[in-house]
């Protein structure tokens, strides 16, 4: 089945810093990866899909990167501020058409003044 | 406003008691789920229904039932036989099929006393 690692301890970073957290996964490499935030207490909400076919894909201040040789994915907050600071899940789609996404269990991103 | 609606926010169940969390939503969504999370983990997946009258167990089915005799509604019911029922539940859709974008609802805390 399929394994996905992200950093289990929170990544504190200063305001203004670019954070990076790291998705990993292992077996099936899939056809694409979905990046979603998730505020204490509340649902997560997507942010970001990547193709296998896409190295990087940005939305203001946000960027993915998808490395289906290394078997990761990278992303990246620029110029962050406090109101960034949530945990952020990847997730995988399924090798075969039936089976459900994927997620990890998220990194919780701090970011101080 | 277009979403998904979860209710109750927090419930309290008694040991032996069966609970049902209601879900519904105005999307026009086919796939329904419902996940489970517990503290500093990831999510886990207990039914999904693609279509109405039609639904499949997940990942942690056992000691959880659910029905969709509507699009819109999708309940799920903690059975007494779910021997560690305390966690954070959330409702999610997506358009067309189980392979896209996943849309939360922003959960429901349940705790047995």
């Known amino acids: 089945s399929q394994k996905i690692e992200q950093n289990s301890e929170a990544l504190n970073i200063q305001e203004g810093k670019t954070a990076t957290l790291t998705c990993n996964y292992t077996?099936?490499?899939?056809?694409?990866l979905q990046w979603y935030r998730q505020d204490p207490g509340r649902g997560p909400v997507f942010l970001l899909l990547?193709?296998?076919?896409?190295k990087e894909k940005r939305k203001e201040r946000l960027k993915v990167t998808f490395d289906t040789t290394l078997k990761q994915s990278l992303f990246h907050i620029t110029a962050s501020q406090p109101a960034d600071s949530a945990t952020y899940l990847c997730a995988l789609d399924p090798p075969q058409a039936g089976n459900m996404l994927t997620f990890g269990g998220g990194t919780r991103l701090m970011v101080k003044p | 406003d277009g979403g998904i609606t979860q209710s109750p926010k927090y419930l309290f169940r008694k040991e032996g008691q069966n609970v049902t969390l209601s879900c519904e939503q105005n999307l026009n969504h086919d796939a329904m789920y419902w996940y489970r999370q517990d503290p500093g983990q990831g999510l886990r997946l207990i039914y999904y229904s693609q279509i109405v009258n039609d639904f499949q167990k997940g990942d942690i089915a056992e000691g959880y039932s659910v029905s969709r005799e509507k699009k819109e509604s999708f309940p799920l019911t903690v059975t007494s036989a779910q021997k560690n029922p305390t966690a954070f539940y959330l409702c999610?859709?997506?358009?067309?099929?189980?392979?896209?974008?996943?849309?939360f609802g922003e959960g429901s805390w349940l705790t047995v006393v």
């Open positions: 999610a859709s997506s358009i067309g099929g189980i392979r896209n974008t996943i849309y």
């Open positions: 077996n099936y490499s899939p056809a694409y």
């Open positions: 990547i193709r296998e076919n896409e």
